[in-house]
């Protein structure tokens, strides 16, 4: 089956730039999306098709996707920023989702 | 606005039939321009991805839980169904409904809140 790994952690100062690899086969051939979730909350898409944010979501997140990783991009992270964040491709039909990488601002 | 809401039992038992609802408001769920999906987050864990459904019917499954699972479409409530079947604890998470644009390369956009369903004698 397929997978996709994602670091456990990732941590970044007020204001500087944090970026989250998402890693599988081949997965610049799929598109990736990626999900924020927060504590106690549903996740939030922050990025689709790649490199698309949905309407509401900062000009801070970016994402790109070549080779083998897609990497999401939060630039002048703020603390807000700070939760869980999910990548997530298609394979065959199948929704995978990573293991999620825990970002904290600090 | 398109919203989502999930429902059902508090508590199901172990070998127990799991059943959720989720009822959509703000869209059809005969429209073809989404795919309705379930995904599930055991407690401390990761997303999971169940499966999903189109307004034709056709359904995709987690090849790992298949054989337990069936999604249904029921258009004169607007819902959209789960049922998993002989439950044990490693069933027991948050189950999210959400919605799925077909067209390519689109994400979740719409979650519902969640619904927590432990699986407990």
């Known amino acids: 089956s397929y997978e996709l790994t994602q670091p456990p952690s990732v941590s970044v100062s007020p204001g500087q730039t944090a970026s989250i690899t998402c890693s599988g086969d081949k997965l610049g051939n799929k598109f990736a999306s990626w999900y924020q979730q927060k504590p106690g909350q549903s996740p939030v898409l922050v990025i689709y098709?790649?490199?698309r944010r949905p309407s509401g979501i900062p000009e801070r997140f970016s994402g790109s996707n070549s080779g083998n990783t897609a990497t999401l991009t939060i630039s002048g992270t703020q603390t807000m920023d700070e939760a869980d964040y999910y990548c997530q491709a298609w394979d065959s039909s199948t929704g995978v989702f990573g293991p999620g990488t825990k970002v904290t601002v600090l | 606005q398109l919203q989502l809401h999930e429902s059902g039992p508090g508590l199901v038992k172990p070998s127990e039939t799991l059943s959720l609802t989720c009822t959509v408001s703000?869209?059809?769920?005969?429209?073809?321009?989404?795919?309705w999906d379930w995904i599930r987050q055991p407690p401390g864990k990761g997303l999971e991805w169940i499966g999903n459904i189109y307004y034709s019917g056709r359904t995709y499954y987690n090849p790992s839980l298949k054989s337990r699972v069936t999604i249904s479409i029921d258009t004169s409530k607007n819902q959209f169904s789960l049922k998993l079947s002989f439950v044990t604890a490693a069933d027991t998470a948050v189950y999210y409904c959400a919605s799925r644009p077909i067209s390519s390369g689109s994400g979740f956009d719409i979650w519902g809140q969640g619904t927590r369903v432990p699986v407990s004698p």
């Open positions: 703000g869209a059809s769920v005969s429209s073809s321009n989404y795919y």
């Open positions: 098709r790649d490199t």
